[in-house]
């Protein structure tokens, strides 16, 4: 009967698949609005090591009322540390990102904040 239950719920949990963060490439992007701005991130992780990943970031402030927009981009590290991801970047700023709420905050007035939508990076 024990053995019969086991099976149940294996089968029930499925396969055991590696999330996007497990993976050589991963991103991470959030939309964020200020009064009339519209703040946008986009962050590229490639796995570098265990728990490091060298990262690319595009960020974007758009006036809604004007139509005129500011990009800047910038490169850096990122380091996972007891379930956060800390992420330096240079020419834009600290980062960290928490892997359970999946919530990103920093120090960059032009990035976006808040909750992300993690991806493959594809």
């Known amino acids: 009967m024990r053995t019969i239950l086991t099976l149940a719920a294996l089968a029930v949990a499925g396969p055991a698949t590696a999330g996007p963060m497990d993976q050589p ?16 991130m986009n962050l590229m992780f490639r ?3 265990a728990g490091e990943w060298a990262v690319s970031a595009r960020c ?3 006036d809604t009322r004007t139509g005129k927009w500011h990009a ?14 800390l992420i330096d970047l240079r020419g834009l700023g ?5 892997e359970r709420s999946q919530e ?6 032009g990035c ?6 993690v991806g493959t990076g594809d």
């Not at 990103?104 to 007035?109: L, R």
């Open 47 to 49: 796995r570098t090591g």
């Open 25 to 40: 490439r991963w991103s991470a992007d959030a939309v964020e609005r200020k009064g009339s701005h519209e703040l946008t």
């Open 94 to 98: 600290r980062l960290v990102f928490n």
């Open 104 to 109: 990103i905050f920093g120090t960059s007035p």
């Open 112 to 117: 976006a904040q808040g909750i992300v939508d």
């Open 72 to 85: 800047r981009t910038g490169t850096g590290v990122a380091a996972r540390s007891m379930g956060l991801i």
């Open 60 to 62: 974007e402030t758009r």
